[in-house]
Nanobody, 114 residues
Framework: QVQLVESGGGLVQTGGSLRLACVYPGRFRTYATAWFRQAPGKDREFVAAISWSGDRTPYPDFVQGRFTITRDHTKTIVFLQMNSLKPEDTAVYFC????????WGNGTLVTVSS
């Protein structure tokens, strides 16, 4: 059963921006939440995370300074603002709790054209 729902993906040109949204059930409010992505033929990789309080937001080096993760507990949504997108950012983006639950959602496809 899918419990986190991703949206906001699409086609964008190099240098463009997108904002992804992850809606989660209220009972997950005290969990850290993370974004992951999986490009064709590659393993799923970590993109960003946010603590339940929102005060810790670790990122890997390859998105540092370009992606920003935020959360709105009132609406139980986690956002991923992606700026300065590159073709190598093309992937299906997923959200999950930290640690990840076994049931992943369908993700949302981000395609960055060169």
């Amino acid at each position: 059963q899918v419990q986190l729902v991703e949206s906001g993906g699409g086609l964008v040109q190099t240098g463009g921006s997108l904002r992804l949204a992850c809606v989660y059930p209220g009972r997950f409010r005290t969990y850290a939440t993370a974004w992951f992505r999986q490009a064709p033929g590659k393993d799923r990789e970590f993109v960003a995370a946010i603590s339940w309080s929102g005060d810790r937001t670790p990122y890997p080096d390859f998105v540092q300074g370009r992606f920003t993760i935020t959360r709105d507990h009132t609406k139980t949504i986690v956002f991923l603002q992606m700026n300065s997108l590159k073709p190598e950012d093309t992937a299906v983006y997923f959200c999950n709790t930290v640690p990840p639950r076994p049931n992943w959602g369908n993700g949302t496809l981000v395609t960055v054209s060169s």
